[in-house]
């Protein structure tokens, strides 16, 4: 499936989409240092909170862009009291087979795998909670 992918987090363990089958997966691309993002982020780690059929995937690429490196990226978080899933697309290969051509860009894939859309920019969080829904029917 050309949506899955493998990526590490900051403690080297991979993931891939296929370890949350059966759950919306929703991945999101994002940079530390991008404003819309960080508008986003408490919305995003609500939702990782308050309903666990949704798996929330960030994704962030160390030294690209401006970005800080692996472990700037992961104090950011930590600091910010986030305990999102980051994972680090270290060569953008990621990113560009999903077509990213700017932060934040969120991807929705639905418990059954089926890729449901993207939403490029900022997402409204009653917008994240619809698209949510529409993935689980």
Request: hydrophobic letters at 35%; charged letters at 20%.
């Amino acid at each position: 499936d050309s949506m899955n992918f493998q990526l590490r987090d900051i403690s080297g363990n991979v993931h891939s989409l296929l370890d949350y089958k059966g759950k919306t997966i929703i991945v999101n691309f994002f940079g530390t240092w991008c404003y819309y993002c960080n508008q986003e982020l408490p919305s995003l780690q609500e939702i990782q909170e308050n309903d666990s059929d949704t798996k929330i995937l960030l994704i962030a690429s160390p030294n690209v862009n401006g970005e800080g490196d692996a472990s700037y990226v992961d104090a950011y978080m930590k600091d910010a009291g986030y305990t999102m899933e980051v994972l680090y697309d270290d060569d953008l290969s990621v990113t560009n087979a999903f077509g990213v051509t700017g932060y934040p860009c969120t991807f929705v894939i639905r418990p059954n795998g089926e890729y449901l859309g993207y939403i490029p920019g900022y997402v409204e969080h009653d917008t994240l909670l619809q698209v949510i829904e529409d993935a689980k029917k």
